[in-house]
């Protein structure tokens, strides 16, 4: 049985992905927490701490096939220590002239916040890979509607004209830049963890330096300027980073999801033939993939205020906000995967209806091109004088029900001292009140184009 949806068999397909429940379910962590123990002990050994034929043997029986996680789990129970009952278990399996030399110096720290390490350093690999992946498909839909004119909105409401490509530049462009924040993670978040009681690594005497090298050289992670015990800024990061990538995510389904409504009808989510959206509405279609992404993105956000929690440590060690990265950070990284594979299935499947888009900004009766109205009379009369005549005329012609056009025209705007009838049609057009949103796309396009050659 389970009590979560990440591990539910029913459920598990949209909070998890089958990928990242490898890394944090038991047999995965436990045979992760196996290497890292092996590995120490091949760095004791290359630098004469333990025999090299202690660490050959505890790199041999180093496989979490040979342990029976219950007994495991029945000896972390009675000892109440994360990882003695684990230490035990493996004691058993090993003959007795290695048995004494498992996790020889070490504290618990050593090992789970190593395994933080290379989790991140995996988890980071998969947010690389399917941001990557969602930003080429937000790019596509810049490049293809580059100048699908829309109505843009502000505070929900129709503003000036956009297009479409712009929309999409705008999200790839922030998947972009977390693309380049995690490269820039890398180097903080991928280090070892070696610290021994207190984090002096004393244990070890002269062999302390030499040994963190070699620690980190066995797992391929970098070494720190020392250890992290109460430094718990590396999670804080981690978790921050998850939460950055997955309001994106929410961003791009909360826009979906409102311009789905079919008020609006302007874009919509891939449909699967058999998908139901209610059991008593048989007509529904719901947003299921764009709705879903908010949800994730929201408990993801709230991991990240746990994490920042933690780095709030006591003394050299504090168990109480390390402990409870034992559940952040697995969850958040389910989660974020989750979120990603849909984000892409969302972005690569995504219906956009141009005409619709092109007829809601009709509807409008022309008010959103008050702006370029307002910046031709400007010229003539000056900037806050031109506001406060469209204004006039604006609130007036929607108060009557008639478009601009004729709202500007009863105002004698449209006349010898204001405008001419060729530049109320300029001013008119949509696509002359573009500025610089097609421009934008491009120079998104082009930043993609490279990056992605690179």
């Not at 498909?137 to 293809?144: I, Q």
């Not at 079919?262 to 998908?275: C, D």
């Not at 979120?339 to 009709?362: I, P, S, Y």
């Amino acid at each position: 049985m389970t009590a979560l949806p990440p591990d539910s068999v029913v459920y598990r397909h949209l909070w998890s992905t089958p990928e990242l429940r490898a890394l944090f379910d038991d047999e995965g962590r436990t045979q992760r927490w196996l290497d890292i123990l092996a590995g120490l002990a091949e760095a004791q050994a290359g630098l004469g701490v333990v025999p090299a034929e202690a660490a050959a043997a505890i790199r041999a029986h180093a496989d979490v096939t040979l342990l029976d996680l219950e007994q495991v789990a029945a000896g972390t129970r009675a000892t109440g220590h994360s990882t003695l009952g684990l230490i035990r278990c493996l004691r058993e399996l090993l003959p007795a002239e290695a048995a004494e030399w498992v996790y020889y110096g070490a504290t618990v720290q050593d090992v789970t916040d190593t395994w933080f390490a290379l989790v991140m350093r995996d988890v980071l690999d998969v947010v690389e890979r399917d941001v990557t992946r969602c930003r080429a498909a937000a790019l596509d839909l810049a490049r293809r509607h580059r100048g699908t004119v829309m109505s843009g909105r502000t505070h929900g409401q129709p503003g000036l004209p956009v297009t479409f490509g712009y929309k999409a530049a705008v999200w790839a462009s922030e998947l972009g830049r977390h693309l380049e924040r995690v490269a820039q993670a890398r180097p903080r978040l991928e280090v070892v963890q070696l610290g021994g009681a207190l984090g002096t690594l004393e244990f070890w005497g002269d062999d302390a330096l030499p040994l963190l090298d070699a620690f980190a050289a066995r797992l391929g992670l970098g070494v720190p300027e020392l250890p992290w015990i109460t430094a718990r800024d590396r999670v804080a990061e981690f978790a921050t980073l998850l939460a950055m990538v997955t309001g994106t995510l929410s961003k791009i389904g909360n826009e979906i999801f409102e311009l789905q409504r079919p008020e609006l009808g302007e874009v919509a989510e891939p449909f699967t033939p058999g998908q139901v959206g209610s059991i008593t509405m048989p007509h529904k279609r719901n947003p299921e993939l764009a709705e879903h992404l908010d949800t994730l993105g929201r408990v993801v956000r709230a991991n990240a205020g746990t994490a920042l929690e933690g780095m709030v440590a006591l003394h050299e060690r504090d168990g109480r906000g390390w402990k409870t990265e034992w559940l952040v950070l697995p969850e958040s990284s389910l989660l974020t995967g989750a979120a990603l594979g849909f984000a892409a299935k969302l972005l690569e499947g995504l219906q956009v209806d141009a005409a619709r888009m092109r007829a809601n900004l009709d509807a409008q009766r022309g008010y959103p091109m008050s702006e370029p109205v307002m910046r031709r009379l400007a010229d003539r009369v000056g900037k806050h004088v031109a506001h406060e005549t469209v204004y006039a005329a604006t609130m007036k012609g929607v108060e009557r029900g008639v478009d601009l056009r004729t709202a500007l025209t009863d105002a004698g705007i449209v006349g010898p001292d204001g405008l001419t009838a060729d530049e109320l049609d300029a001013a008119l057009d949509p696509v002359n009140a573009l500025g610089a949103a097609t421009a934008f796309v491009d120079r998104v396009l082009s930043a993609g184009g490279a990056a992605e050659t690179a």
